[in-house]
């Protein structure tokens, strides 16, 4: 009998044992788990070849001169960043040691002989973009595009560079995708989205009365609308986006579109994260501050920006 209630007191003992170092692991895991989900920063990939010519045409000699500005200064700003160039570039460039020390070092990367960088600079964007990265191509050229061959690709922009003296000058500006970087950051304590409450009947009629109105009426805003702040982070991007528009374009933009790229400039549903009931509010105010002005093509919404807009800077938002 006593040798009974040892043996069970000794299973005991493991038992309390055992659940004892599990804790520790499963919160190692919980960790672990957490870490996954925080979303990846934004990612540039530098098409070199092209930024080796500058300023210049590609019939000048390109240098390796812009590709170290542009290095530093990119290094400066802590961004992700890939460096690609074509294999004829060692043949052009003008300091080739410099370049040869560059690719051994693996500061930057070189695709295969008789293929394009172009090629490969598109299958890693869209490689980086399933894995949940924001992507820009640094590169001067018309690229992407939306050949047969290349689709277009939602979370994948161009990024455009110039050369002033030994400073470079990139838009959308590196300033504008740092700030992308800091939204993309999970937010503690965010509070859980609250259920929608089902509509009651005359709430219900009114929005009936309200879908059966002219598109003049339905979009009327009201006097707390027409006098609410835009913040200056989501006028900042509508404006990158507009400047860096194909000039040849008509200068209404379906909102549509601009609503898509807010989308994912701010890592899903711009609305919930400022605040608004629909994208439409944000048209609307965008017009009653002076930014843009609102016009339909049957029950397509368009926008076209002011001045005010297109020269807006950080600061200036309720002058």
């Known amino acids: 009998m006593f ?16 659940e004892s ?9 919980k960790g672990v788990e957490e870490e996954k989900k925080a979303p990846p920063g934004p990612l540039i990939l530098v098409d ?15 240098s390796i001169r812009y590709l170290r500005i542009l290095m530093e200064e990119l290094k400066r700003s802590e961004l992700k960043v890939r460096y690609i160039v074509d294999a004829t570039l060692r043949h052009k460039v003008d300091d080739k040691d410099s370049l040869e020390r560059l690719l051994r070092e693996e500061s930057i ?8 960088a172009d090629d490969y600079i598109w299958l890693m964007a869209k490689l980086f973009k399933q894995e949940g990265n924001r992507v820009f191509i640094l590169t001067n050229d018309l690229f992407p595009n939306t050949n047969s061959d290349r689709e277009k690709v939602s979370g994948i922009e161009r990024m455009t560079f110039m050369f002033i003296d030994d400073k470079v000058v990139m838009q959308p500006s590196l300033e504008s995708i740092k700030r992308l970087a800091l939204v993309m950051q999970p937010r503690e304590h965010e509070q859980a989205p609250q259920p929608v ?8 009629e009114s929005v009936q009365r309200k879908q059966k109105a002219p598109l003049s009426e339905r979009h009327e805003p009201s006097g707390q ?32 579109v601009i609503s898509g790229h807010l989308h994912t400039s701010f890592g899903g549903n711009f609305c919930t994260k400022f605040g608004y009931k629909k994208p439409k509010q944000l048209a609307l105010l965008l017009e009653s501050n002076g930014y843009a002005q609102l016009s339909h093509k049957g029950p397509t919404l368009y926008i076209e920006p002011t001045q005010k807009l297109i020269s807006w800077e950080p600061g200036n938002g309720s002058k």
């Open 3 to 18: 040798r009974r209630k040892a043996t069970k007191k000794k299973e005991k003992s493991i038992e309390a044992k055992q």
């Open 21 to 29: 170092q599990d804790v520790v692991p499963q919160k190692e895991k």
């Open 48 to 62: 070199g070849s092209n930024v080796a010519y500058g300023n210049a045409m590609a019939s000048s000699k390109p």
């Open 109 to 116: 990367m070189q695709v295969p002989a008789r293929t394009s």
């Open 197 to 204: 409450a089902e509509k009651k009947p005359a709430l219900r």
């Open 225 to 256: 609308e027409s006098n609410a702040a835009i913040p200056d982070s989501l006028v900042e991007c509508i404006r990158d986006f507009v400047k860096v528009r194909d000039k040849s374009l008509d200068s209404k933009i379906n909102f549509a």
